[in-house]
């Protein structure tokens, strides 16, 4: 059964293909691809049929590309430290500023 649909497609594809040959004789007087019979059957081609869509695009790989760089030079530096500490150093900024300003 389904080798008879397959045959019969086969022949309406032919059928058809001989229509639109003759449609093509009779427009422009002769068949342009009379002697390619490769470019015959890609002009005939099924815009429908997945295979054969005009569409199709090539997918390519997936690439990666790493850099790897040297690290930052880093020292290790800590110090204790408390609220009063810092207030004491600004205020020593704020008055070294005013003794500045003083003598300007």
Known sequence: DQEEFWENKEACEKKMAQNI????????????????????????????????????????????????????ICSTYSVETTQWMIFDSYMQQWEDERIQEAEE
């Open 21 to 72: 040959n003759a449609a093509i004789i009779a427009e422009f007087g002769e068949d342009p691809l009379k002697d390619d019979p490769i470019a015959q059957k890609k002009a005939l081609r099924n815009q429908f049929n997945y295979q054969e869509r005009a569409s199709q695009t090539f997918n390519l790989p997936i690439r990666e590309k790493g850099m790897k760089t040297a690290p930052p």
